[in-house]
């Protein structure tokens, strides 16, 4: 555990106001590190995802003798030293050659992780093309009906989902589309097993179509990775309600007393207090006066005044 | 009809920017991020897995950009922005939501009534010099050589006049400070029993009566004899009081007990 600060002047006081739980999250920060042993593959891999990750992405330069499926605490400290919530480890073995593994941090916990081996690797300088710039959020495509079905392709599609996506924004701007990450699985005889999984990045020409919408052409970009799945611990029931709980402000709020009925008319309920009849106004007229309701009351104003001053 | 032909022909120069599905994508285009469940035939995948790869997801990008482009846009400096939805895929968060800052009595006090802070600004008008100065720090307008204010102190009437008024104020504040610090202690303390969801003042309440009880333990009757407070509750003491054997007692009793000792110690090593 990292020992807790007490802030001492209003750089670090800002510094660690960052880092807060907030309504609004800040951006998934994602450390990249290698593992005890590496090779060439995993390497390059590691890199070329941190790239594409990059602003939001670390690579760690050391190796570090990491073992998240059997203990998590060194992720825990560089989740809470970095403050950052997602990790890519790539190792090599004999048993589990070229691996990466993707995790997801709650509360600077361990959420999830899909251990995924590389099967077919293309780096991101094997192809001859036009790269996006830095900072551009991707498009993402699923192809696939097993990312509805399966457990393991759902938490997979989340996760990378997460890994890649950066900000949430607002608006985009359409000349920023720049690339697309593809992901494919591939259809399998049996249903009870795991496909492999086409991990593809393409960039995006737009071209003239006569149209509003522009004519699309892609161009390979990389990396490109064939994933075969490994092993995987997925987060508890509870911990994941917990994750996506929904902040009190984001919440839409619940309009009372209106509905909308099949044609799209707006109903609305009204809740009214018990009149009181005795003081309801109703026509106007010389005789109805109280003046005149009162026949000893002569020529010194109005009855209701002079019961007033008495 | 003229027009029509014209359109048709401009149109067929360019690609067409129509796909179709047998079964519609699935848009999150707050996540710019589409899920095609069309099945992908295994030959065909077997056979030219990149180009195959490549088609798939050049059609799936035109559809996206398609809905996309129809999104409402607003036009900025840099360009066209589209103006995404909110995010449909369910994405955990990273840290737990914020909690809720607990309000101290004077916050809760201001909230009710509506007293909002005001921030006075940092700088004011020296009149001295006609320029906006510092109202505090460096170079502020009242500078160090300028007389104290209170160089000067008038005893007020019915006031003793021998008591030294200077004393008197800064004994005040001592007290003023000091009271301070007790409403700040028992902000906390509140805040802490509302964080545990006990209400503060049945915290309070037990607090006063844990300390009555090791009170009591100071005299040597553990407070049998002391004044009753009102409302007490009966407790037990939680003591462990002794209990010393009569020195004149029963003869038979203590020798087995002696005995019991005895064997013990020696016929265990048996």
Redesign the interface.
């Known amino acids: 555990m990292l020992r807790t600060i007490k802030p001492k002047n209003a750089r670090s006081k800002r510094a660690l106001k960052a880092r807060?739980?907030?309504?609004e999250?800040?951006p998934?920060q994602a450390i990249f590190i290698r593992g005890s042993s590496t090779n060439q593959v995993v390497n390059t891999a590691l890199s070329d995802l941190c790239s594409i990750k990059k602003p939001y992405s670390t690579m760690f330069s050391k190796k570090n003798v990491i073992h998240p499926f059997e203990d998590q605490s060194s992720l825990e400290f560089f989740s809470q030293k970095n403050d950052a919530?997602l990790f890519c480890i790539g190792s090599s073995s004999k048993k589990r050659p070229n691996n990466l593994v993707f995790v997801?941090?709650?509360?600077y916990q361990v959420?999830d992780m899909i251990e995924l081996g590389i099967e077919n690797f293309k780096s991101l300088h094997e192809f001859k093309s036009s790269k996006s710039s830095i900072g551009m959020?991707?498009?993402?495509?699923?192809?696939?009906?097993l990312?509805?079905q399966r457990e393991e392709y759902k938490k997979l599609?989340?996760m990378l989902?997460?890994f890649f996506?950066d900000e949430?924004?607002?608006?985009?701007?359409?000349?920023?589309?720049e690339y697309?990450i593809?992901v494919?699985?591939?259809?399998v005889?049996n249903p009870t097993d795991l496909g492999k999984i086409?991990f593809?990045v393409?960039t995006?020409q737009?071209?003239?179509?006569?149209?509003?919408?522009?004519?699309?052409?892609?161009e390979?970009m990389g990396p490109s990775f064939d994933f075969v799945f490994r092993r995987n611990r997925f987060?508890g029931e509870d911990v994941?309600k917990?994750?996506?709980?929904i902040?009190k402000e984001k919440q839409a709020k619940k309009v009372k007393n209106v509905s909308h009925n099949e044609i799209g008319d707006k109903m609305g309920r009204i809740h009214m207090k018990k009149q009181n009849f005795d003081t309801l106004q109703t026509r106007k007229m010389k005789a109805l006066k109280k003046k005149f309701k009162k026949d000893e009351d002569d020529n010194e104003g109005p009855a209701s005044k002079k019961a007033k001053a008495a | 009809m003229e027009v029509q032909s014209v359109l048709e022909s401009?149109?067929s120069?360019?690609?067409?920017?129509e796909v179709e599905k047998a079964i519609p994508l699935e848009y999150d285009l707050?996540?710019?991020?589409?899920?095609?469940?069309?099945?992908?035939?295994?030959k065909s995948?077997k056979k030219g897995?990149?180009n195959l790869?490549?088609q798939?997801?050049?059609d799936?990008?035109?559809l996206?950009?398609?809905a996309?482009?129809?999104l409402p846009?607003?036009s900025?400096e840099?360009?066209?922005?589209?103006?995404?939805p909110e995010?449909v895929?369910?994405?955990?968060?990273?840290?737990?939501?914020?909690k809720e800052k607990i309000l101290t009595r004077w916050e809760k006090f201001a909230k009710a009534k509506g007293i909002q802070k005001k921030k006075r600004t940092r700088f004011e008008y020296d009149e001295k010099t006609g320029e906006y100065k510092a109202r505090y720090g460096y170079d502020h307008t009242k500078s160090s050589d300028d007389i104290p204010e209170d160089w000067l102190i008038e005893v007020p009437r019915g006031a003793d006049p021998m008591e030294d008024q200077y004393e008197k104020r800064a004994n005040e504040k001592k007290e003023r400070i000091e009271s301070n610090k007790k409403r700040q202690k028992r902000n906390q303390e509140e805040a802490e029993a509302v964080r545990k969801n006990i209400n503060p003042r049945e915290a309070r309440k037990q607090e006063l009566l844990n300390k009555s009880i090791i009170a009591k333990t100071s005299t040597a009757s553990l407070g049998r004899f002391d004044k009753k407070l009102k409302n007490e509750p009966k407790i037990k003491n939680q003591g462990i009081k002794k209990h010393h054997e009569s020195a004149t007692g029963d003869m038979n009793a203590e020798k087995q007990k002696t005995l019991e000792i005895l064997e013990k110690t020696i016929g265990k090593k048996k």
């Open positions: 807060e739980p907030k309504v999250e800040n998934k919530s997801r941090m709650f509360d959420l959020k991707p498009l993402f495509i699923f192809n696939g009906e990312f509805e599609k989340n989902l997460d996506r949430v924004a607002e608006s985009v701007n359409l000349k920023g589309l697309i593809s494919t699985a591939e259809p005889a086409f593809r393409y995006i737009m071209k003239k179509s006569g149209t509003k919408q522009p004519r699309i052409e892609l390979e987060a994941m917990e994750a996506t709980k902040p | 401009e149109k120069k360019f690609k067409s920017t707050g996540n710019l991020a589409a899920f095609d469940t069309n099945p992908i035939d295994p995948l897995k990149e790869l490549k798939l997801t050049r799936n990008t035109q996206i950009m398609n996309i482009f129809n846009t607003k900025g840099d360009g066209v922005f589209a103006t995404l995010p895929t369910i994405i955990p968060r990273e840290k737990p939501i914020p």
